[in-house]
């Protein structure tokens, strides 16, 4: 198990790195990125993909996300406890 969280918690130091220790996402944000990096496994399992684009390396990726998520909004509640997202405005 150890291996696996060292695992995460470097991809979430790159993912930082990559994109700002503080940069701004929406929990309708983050689920979005987890989609897409979990398409990214699926497509890597089928084409048999190496490296970075592997299906257990894109599996990293997708807990990363998960576990930044989390950080940000926490680990109990539901969506009425992500103040970030903006009430819609009504259209004229």
Request: overall charge negative.
């Amino acid at each position: 198990m150890q291996q696996v969280f060292e695992a995460i918690a470097a991809e979430r130091q790159h993912q930082d790195e990559k994109w700002g220790k503080d940069k701004p996402q929406s929990l309708p944000g983050y689920l979005m990125v987890v989609e897409s990096e979990l398409d990214e496994a699926k497509l890597g399992w089928i084409k048999n993909l190496p490296g970075k684009s592997a299906p257990l390396n894109e599996l990293v990726q997708v807990a990363a996300v998960c576990v930044s998520a989390l950080e940000r909004y926490g680990v109990t509640g539901n969506t009425y406890s992500t103040d970030d997202i903006p009430d819609p405005q009504p259209s004229t």
